[in-house]
């Protein structure tokens, strides 16, 4: 992700770790149907640069966040842990949300093609966001719903673990923003594995 923005990038970049987490308070995000996936990739690369920028190099040294007051030794390395397993939550959330396989599986390759966008961008940890969450037992085990999937699927996930050496701009989009930063969205992992169970049931042993 680092190659994906260039210094001029940086500088105009004014946003902090503080106003993300007063974006997150926003009401009226959009709806994920009406966001493109490049929206999408651009705002999750937007918003990981941000969080990755605000860590002071300090937190870097002694390997503070491997020890048991890891929060108070590197507290802004603990909040990009944060952001990732939000980021993931809302992706694996937002796709539980949805009723019938036609829609769970449109979802999915939505996703998929923001983790590629985000590839392209050279964001890796973007891409990881996202299939860390369709890796969870409660989509993964979904066969019905990756049986409608498009074949191309398994070559992109495959794609998007290479980097591409891309230098790419990106504006911050508000409306794109509270969206991914809507808290309220996102379901908790025993009612995520609960909808799974009654999208499909467990088989008999």
Request: a negative charge; glycine letters at 2%; hydrophobic letters at 35%.
């Amino acid at each position: 992700m680092k190659g994906a923005l260039s210094q001029d990038d940086q500088d105009d970049t004014h946003l902090k770790i503080e106003d993300i987490i007063q974006m997150s308070d926003c009401p009226k995000p959009e709806c994920f149907e009406t966001l493109s996936a490049m929206e999408l990739a651009e705002q999750i690369t937007l918003l990981d640069h941000v969080v990755f920028r605000s860590i002071p190099y300090e937190e870097f040294l002694g390997q503070g966040w491997m020890k048991v007051d890891k929060n108070e030794r590197t507290p802004y390395i603990m909040k990009t842990s944060q952001h990732f397993n939000d980021m993931s939550n809302l992706v694996a959330s937002q796709i539980m949300n949805y009723a019938d396989v036609s829609s769970r599986a449109n979802s999915i390759e939505k996703w998929v093609a923001v983790a590629d966008i985000c590839r392209c961008m050279h964001n890796y940890n973007g891409v990881l966001e996202i299939t860390s969450a369709l890796n969870r037992s409660a989509i993964y085990r979904l066969k019905k719903t990756w049986g409608k999937v498009s074949k191309q699927i398994s070559h992109i996930i495959r794609e998007i673990r290479q980097f591409q050496q891309t230098s790419y701009r990106i504006e911050h989009q508000q409306k794109v923003t509270h969206y991914l930063l809507d808290k309220t969205l996102i379901i908790d992992e025993d009612t995520l594995y609960e909808l799974s169970l009654k999208i499909e049931p467990r088989l008999p042993a």
